[in-house]
């Protein structure tokens, strides 16, 4: 079966940094975009950045652009999602999830097959 594991999680302070990886043994990142959502309590599910299998385009939601940047590691299939000047607003749970589409990658949770248990982020002073 196929695992997608997320670490990295945990409690920042407002501005300070996190970085978020996933990782698995059961499949090849190379035929894969990865994608990032989260999820806050009493809301839905969020994409928040997307890099594509193919040529490493990515796309981010409006709400991170700027602090948020992702990236792959095919060798070791691992991806990261670093976070800078976090805010109280990206406290959520943090997934990845993977893709076989055509290109481009796009931030629609119904397109991903595979997600992770998810890591929690918390954003508070």
């Known amino acids: 079966q196929v695992q997608l594991v997320e670490s990295g999680g945990g409690s920042v302070q407002p501005g300070g940094s996190l970085r978020l990886s996933c990782t698995t043994s059961?499949?090849?990142?190379?035929?894969?975009?990865v994608a990032w959502f989260r999820q806050a309590p009493g809301k839905g599910r969020e994409g928040v950045a997307c890099i594509d299998r193919s040529d490493e385009t990515t796309v981010f939601a409006d709400s991170v652009k700027g602090r948020f940047t992702i990236s792959r590691f095919n060798n070791n299939n691992t991806a990261y999602l670093q976070m800078n000047a976090l805010k109280p607003d990206d406290t959520a749970i943090y997934y990845c999830a993977v893709d076989a589409r055509p290109p481009p990658c796009r931030l629609k949770a119904d397109e991903y097959y595979f997600w992770g248990q998810g890591t929690q982020v918390t954003v508070s002073s």
């Open positions: 059961k499949l090849s990142f190379d035929y894969y975009h």
